[in-house]
């Protein structure tokens, strides 16, 4: 099918919609959203220009098809501020890398779980007919099984995945296969896994995914934001389900009181990001790794000066005073002045106590990123961050406190009074037919290990105040989830993937986790299906028709129907689809959202006449809220879930785990590699950053072809690097260039600016991993994977999560032959191969 670039209603090179503030500081410095055409209020939604209405992770849409053929693009007429990577999204269902057919990597078809597991990834696949595929797939999950039980059998490995309540990939995995068997599963996630794992602790919730105080009440009482390590504008593009984009309007209204002084924002970021681009305010350029001597120090200032709330930490906290005396060095000899902090962070001692002094002189928020988190000892940067606020002691208190989750999920819009839609289960309640015994290995593991599982079988390892022993994974599935992009350390992967017998992908796009699977299953896209879905995240703003646009394109099927007849294969079809079809799945679930709209004086349409009418439901608005305020104004009667029902500023259960790396309360701990004078810095002297993308969802839309050209260097991901640094290299915006370490290289396109501090590059996250000789540990990545960059250490023997921003490297210009780049065609077919050869019975 041919590609076309049709879209209407977006473009890249203009303001926010309805966001055209006079000042340059409203002006988003990439461009990231984009208007959309005005439309008529009386329009019908259904047949709206005979478009067909749908969703995604980057919002609402109409999309025009002719002849069966998706061919324009327009943003839902409810959204205000559509992102313009919705000009990427009808890609998704027409670029090269889609996968057409069920594919077997050709030496597992010769020789089954004993192939030669080094050739995985150098992309030589055997098409089949879906019948001997799905016969392949039961055969593995039968013999791994039998031969080494279930922990053996990896199958809890999901991410973003696509929007929709039936159609979700990580839940019709769990469903199909715990039918089969039980098997190993996984703890936490990559994004917030040291945050989730000790938030619990100190503040009795995870809050990186919770709703935060409404917009407009800290627009009202707020005097000082803080905005730690984190870039909503740039983030809230996207939404975990079809995000509404409303926020948008609250930064501009935060951007308007930035311009007249009403409201100060302090930017803590190396980088001048895009939401400093957007709302204005100061940056403090703190070296990375360091905020915790900020923080520190920050909290020094606080006390010797009397300027924290010692009413607040007497009536809420505990463990106050088990901490001081670390800050003012009784216990290590090293008091956490400002001056100290200075050697280490580059804030001036005098700015930090400026710092001290503006928090603690008006209300403030601490808006706290999750980037941070995402360092070696990444807990301790969360811990202190609830510290400095209850030193400052408005936790509760409107336009106060902190919160980890503003730049995710339309954060700080009010969520409507309507009622919330469950999803399709991953629990039937069946026995499966396999449920035997982990032998003593444990039966899950934190996800950001799950190479350190592969690679040292039998290993005790700590976390979160347990010992756990890792299995010998044999077989790992995957569906609608690419580890080969947010695992750290590439080549180390690598090696360890030799290690498994049989790796399964169920996919869309041919993606590096394909190519190093030896069986690959083709997935349809959210295009292609009959869903349905919430409009706005936290919001709940209403829901959704999510109706197929086109037919399944090649031979791809959705995941309900692989795994109901990979289900059929052992008897177990009717318990996995619960004796439904789709269609009355989806009904299902909007009927439950209807009776429980009933309760609350929400009344909604039948399902027939919301399905085949507008397709959207909108719930009326809903009311204000402080997050933490229950607890402000009756600690007592509604305590936080911690132990003590307080703020834990000292937490005696985290203190009694014995852990060296960390303890009973926040501490500074070196890195194992830190620029700007830190260890490996004499070596690799630039911090690299590998925060979430401007221009995708990690992985998410990188093979969009079209798309993707809007922002690559020289056919490459960007690099962005310092002026001064780009200097003493000789390299200049446009160039190619090789960003090495000791654990890998990749080529990237340079981005020479001022917005990035000396010392400190990028490259975002979700760059395609596309080696020039594929499936060989070492090789240069052709178009710039930063994990093959990043250290794949656990954070600490809390969390054990990823410490992906602990990464240093050193740059050079690219002077050698020019590669192409590897990663977004589809696999190289081998033909002559017999597609009926019995591999299962090797």
């Known amino acids: 099918m041919?590609?076309?670039?049709?879209?209407?209603?977006?473009?890249?090179?203009?303001?926010?919609?309805?966001?055209?503030?006079a000042s340059a500081a409203s002006v988003v410095g990439t461009s990231l959203l984009a208007p959309r055409k005005a439309m008529a209020a009386t329009d019908a939604i259904t047949g709206f220009n005979g478009e067909v209405l749908c969703g995604s992770h980057w919002g609402a849409f109409r999309a025009k098809v002719v002849n069966g053929v998706w061919t324009e693009t327009t943003p839902f007429e409810k959204d205000p501020h559509p992102t313009v990577m919705l000009d990427a999204v009808r890609e998704v269902v027409y670029n090269p890398a889609r996968v057409k057919y069920p594919m077997i990597r050709i030496d597992w078809l010769k020789q089954g779980y004993k192939s030669d597991t080094s050739q995985r990834?150098?992309?030589?696949?055997?098409?089949?007919?879906?019948?001997?595929?799905?016969d392949f797939f039961q055969h593995e999950l039968n013999r791994v099984q039998e031969t080494y039980g279930p922990s053996a059998l990896y199958a809890g490995h999901t991410g973003w995945q696509s929007v929709g309540k039936l159609h979700n990939a990580g839940t019709m995995m769990k469903r199909g296969i715990s039918l089969h068997g039980t098997t190993l599963g996984k703890m936490g996630d990559y994004s917030t896994g040291a945050a989730q794992v000790i938030l619990p602790y100190i503040a009795g919730a995870m809050e990186v995914y919770e709703q935060q105080t409404s917009w407009d009440i800290v627009l009202k009482n707020t005097d000082t934001i803080v905005m730690w390590g984190t870039d909503p504008v740039k983030n809230l593009q996207v939404g975990w389900l079809v995000p509404d984009h409303s926020v948008y309007g609250s930064y501009q209204?935060?951007?308007?009181?930035?311009?007249?002084?009403e409201i100060k924002v302090i930017h803590i970021d190396p980088v001048r990001n895009e939401t400093m681009k957007f709302v204005g305010g100061e940056q403090l350029p703190v070296h990375p790794q360091s905020d915790i001597p900020l923080m520190l120090a920050i909290a020094h200032t606080l006390y010797t000066e009397n300027l924290y709330n010692k009413d607040f930490i007497a009536n809420y906290t505990t463990g106050f005073d088990k901490f001081m005396p670390y800050v003012m060095g009784e216990t290590d000899g090293i008091v956490k002045t400002p001056e100290w902090a200075e050697k280490i962070s580059g804030i001036k001692a005098s700015q930090i106590r400026e710092l001290a002094r503006t928090m603690a002189g008006g209300r403030t928020q601490l808006v706290g990123g999750w980037c941070l988190q995402r360092m070696q000892h990444g807990?301790?940067?969360?811990?202190?961050?609830?510290?400095?606020?209850?030193?400052?002691g408005q936790i509760g208190q409107p336009g106060g406190g902190f919160g980890f989750g503003w730049h995710y999920n339309d954060a700080g819009t009010i969520t409507s009074a309507g009622p919330l839609m469950s999803g399709f289960s991953g629990v039937t309640g069946v026995e499966p037919i396999y449920n035997g015994s982990f032998k003593g290995y444990a039966k899950t593991i934190p996800v950001a290990r799950f190479v350190d599982c592969i690679s040292n079988p039998g290993t005790k390892i700590q976390w979160n105040g347990s010992e756990i022993t890792f299995p010998y994974m044999k077989m790992a599935i995957f569906s609608g989830n690419n580890p080969f992009a947010h695992h750290q350390d590439r080549n180390r992967m690598i090696k360890a993937w030799t290690k498994l017998e049989t790796v399964v992908s169920i996919e869309h796009q041919w993606t590096a986790t394909c190519r190093f699977a030896d069986i690959v299953l083709p997935a349809t896209t959210t295009y292609e299906r009959d869903d349905i879905e919430q409009f706005g995240n936290h919001s709940n703003k209403g829901i959704l028709a999510l109706r197929k646009i086109v037919e399944p394109m090649f031979e791809?099927?959705?995941?309900?129907?692989?795994?109901?007849?990979?289900?059929?294969?052992?008897?177990?079809?009717?318990?996995?689809?619960?004796?439904?079809?789709?269609?009355?799945?989806?009904?299902?679930?909007?009927?439950?959202?209807?009776?429980?709209?009933?309760?609350?004086?929400?009344?909604?349409?039948?399902?027939?006449?919301?399905?085949?009418?507008?397709?959207?439901?909108?719930?009326?608005?809903?009311?204000?809220?402080?997050?933490?305020?229950?607890?402000?104004?009756?600690?007592?009667?509604?305590?936080?879930?911690?132990?003590?029902?307080?703020?834990?500023i000292y937490c005696k259960t985290i203190a009694d785990m014995g852990y060296n790396d960390c303890q009973g309360h926040p501490m500074w701990f070196e890195k194992e590699e830190r620029s700007h004078g830190g260890p490996r810095s004499d070596v690799y002297p630039l911090h690299l950053q590998s925060c979430h993308p401007n221009n995708r969802l990690h992985s998410q839309l990188c093979s969009s072809t079209d798309f993707r050209a809007t922002y690559t260097v020289a056919d490459r991901e960007p690099i962005y690097i310092n002026t001064q640094d780009a200097a003493a290299r000789n390299i200049k915006s446009g160039d190619l260039v090789?960003?090495?370490?000791?654990?890998?290289?990749?080529?990237?396109?340079?981005?020479?600016?001022?917005?990035?501090?000396?010392?400190?590059?990028?490259?975002?996250?979700?760059?395609?991993?596309?080696?020039?000789?594929?499936?060989?540990?070492?090789?240069?990545?052709?178009?710039?994977?930063?994990?093959?960059?990043?250290?794949?250490?656990?954070?600490?023997?809390?969390?054990?999560?990823?410490?992906?921003?602990t990464a240093v490297v050193d740059i050079e210009k690219y002077t050698g032959p020019v590669p192409e780049v590897t990663g977004f065609n589809g696999p190289t077919y081998e033909t002559g191969i017999d597609p009926l050869f019995p591999a299962m019975d090797k």
């Open 253 to 261: 209204q935060l951007a308007e009181k930035v311009k007249n002084k």
């Open 379 to 392: 807990e301790q940067w969360a811990w202190m961050l609830v510290v400095l606020a209850a030193m400052l």
């Open 738 to 805: 090789r960003v090495f370490n000791g654990r890998g290289q990749v080529l990237a396109g340079a981005v020479v600016t001022e917005d990035y501090s000396p010392g400190v590059c990028r490259i975002h996250e979700g760059a395609w991993y596309s080696p020039l000789d594929g499936g060989k540990a070492g090789t240069i990545c052709t178009y710039g994977d930063p994990n093959v960059l990043t250290l794949d250490i656990g954070t600490s023997q809390l969390a054990q999560a990823t410490s992906a921003h």
């Open 2 to 21: 041919a590609t076309q670039n049709n879209h209407k209603g977006i473009t890249r090179r203009r303001f926010l919609s309805g966001l055209a503030i």
């Open 556 to 648: 791809s099927k959705d995941d309900f129907d692989i795994f109901r007849e990979l289900c059929a294969r052992f008897n177990r079809e009717e318990a996995f689809t619960g004796g439904k079809k789709k269609m009355e799945i989806i009904e299902e679930i909007y009927n439950g959202a209807r009776l429980q709209g009933r309760g609350i004086g929400v009344r909604m349409p039948t399902f027939a006449k919301f399905w085949e009418g507008d397709g959207y439901i909108e719930f009326p608005a809903g009311k204000e809220w402080v997050r933490h305020e229950s607890f402000r104004n009756e600690p007592d009667l509604e305590p936080l879930g911690t132990a003590s029902g307080l703020i834990e």
């Open 121 to 134: 990834g150098n992309n030589r696949f055997v098409r089949v007919p879906w019948s001997q595929a799905l």
